[in-house]
């Protein structure tokens, strides 16, 4: 367990976008020290680790053996993590995992009962688990104001230009695609607000960009407490109904502030996100389409949802919180990933209790 006196040292494994990212906040942090970074033995990385003023190792077990890392952060590319994951659980180091948790939903498994069987808590890098607008928006479904969940619908619709895939030519490849590198934040979110999903019923299609893997989905799902949602996902769409680009909690996209990407309805009452507007019955008298709502909008403040996650590592590293976001829970998601593709092969829908738990 590390002293709450001393900077935690973090390993950053895949100097990518997103790894780059989280290596930014850890130097930034008080609480954390840049222990080093794992990648590939390039020209490129080694200066990048030289800027950073740290080395640049092969692989995740020896720079564990030899960095006095407390923990480590993965954020190679999805088919890395279970090998990296079993060497951190392996030498009893806390990890966090970049969602998602596996290239596949054996991986996944994998690393979950090897967590759970040694006692090494692995957090699952879904950070808007930390966003304030997804907090407002819990707290408002589990009100008297909204009631009991009838109805999500929602989107993620953007376009990823050529020199995504060009720079990570995985990403056009089995283990990457859309579906798993975006979709499962939004399953996430599902998952938070409305409980559990029961079935789901898929359509993929790759046609705009001819890849291996689907640039286009929509998708229908019902979960267990009987409401129903609705979602399309593209990343070969122009336009702007997508989490990153109306929550603006990332500078680096355009910001569409009076734009929603999901909507939430309920017997009582209902909310668009992110722009918070609701709408309630609560002491209205009888409910009616013919009755006016009372109506508001819920103040948030923003915060960097990485930077609250990174907060959350340290204190899952020195042994104070368990992970918000745990491997079991990031195979959940996982799970209904599975399931979505499944259905999408098969034209059937498909039920989460008939696949492998």
């Not at 930014?24 to 942090?29: C, I, T, Y």
């Amino acid at each position: 367990m590390v002293s709450n006196r001393d900077p935690v040292r973090l390993l950053v494994s895949g100097p990518g976008l997103i790894g780059r990212k989280h290596i930014a906040l850890v130097r930034e942090n008080p609480a954390t020290e840049l222990a080093g970074i794992v990648g590939p033995l390039k020209e490129q990385h080694a200066a990048y680790a030289a800027n950073q003023g740290v080395p640049l190792y092969a692989d995740v077990e020896s720079a564990l053996d030899v960095s006095e890392a407390a923990g480590l952060i993965i954020a190679s590319p999805n088919n890395l993590h279970l090998e990296q994951a079993l060497q951190s659980i392996g030498k009893g180091v806390p990890t966090l995992v970049e969602k998602p948790l596996g290239a596949g939903l054996a991986d996944a498994k994998a690393i979950v009962e090897a967590s759970e069987r040694a006692a090494v808590p692995v957090l699952v890098g879904h950070h808007r688990s930390y966003s304030p607008w997804l907090q407002a928006a819990r707290e408002f479904v589990l009100s008297p104001q909204f009631g009991q969940p009838v109805a999500l619908q929602g989107s993620a619709l953007f376009y990823k230009p050529s020199d995504y895939f060009s720079a990570a030519p995985w990403r056009a490849q089995s283990g990457g695609g859309p579906v798993l590198i975006n979709l499962i934040h939004e399953v996430g979110l599902w998952r938070s607000l409305f409980g559990e999903i029961a079935s789901v019923s898929a359509l993929l299609s790759s046609s705009t960009r001819q890849f291996d893997v689907e640039d286009t989905a929509a998708i229908s799902f019902s979960f267990e407490n009987g409401a129903l949602g609705a979602f399309v996902l593209s990343d070969t769409s122009a336009s702007s109904k997508s989490w990153e680009m109306t929550t603006g909690e990332n500078p680096a996209y355009p910001h569409f502030p009076e734009e929603n990407c999901y909507h939430f309805a309920g017997t009582m009452g209902s909310v668009d996100f992110p722009s918070m507007r609701f709408r309630t019955y609560l002491g209205k008298g009888e409910r009616s389409w013919w009755a006016r709502f009372d109506q508001g909008r819920i103040s948030v403040a923003g915060i960097d949802p990485l930077a609250a996650q990174l907060d959350h590592f340290v204190a899952v590293v020195r042994g104070e919180a368990a992970p918000l976001v745990s491997a079991r829970d990031g195979y959940l998601n996982m799970l209904v990933l599975e399931a979505i593709t499944r259905s999408a092969e098969t034209g059937s829908r498909v039920r989460l209790a008939d696949l492998p738990q």
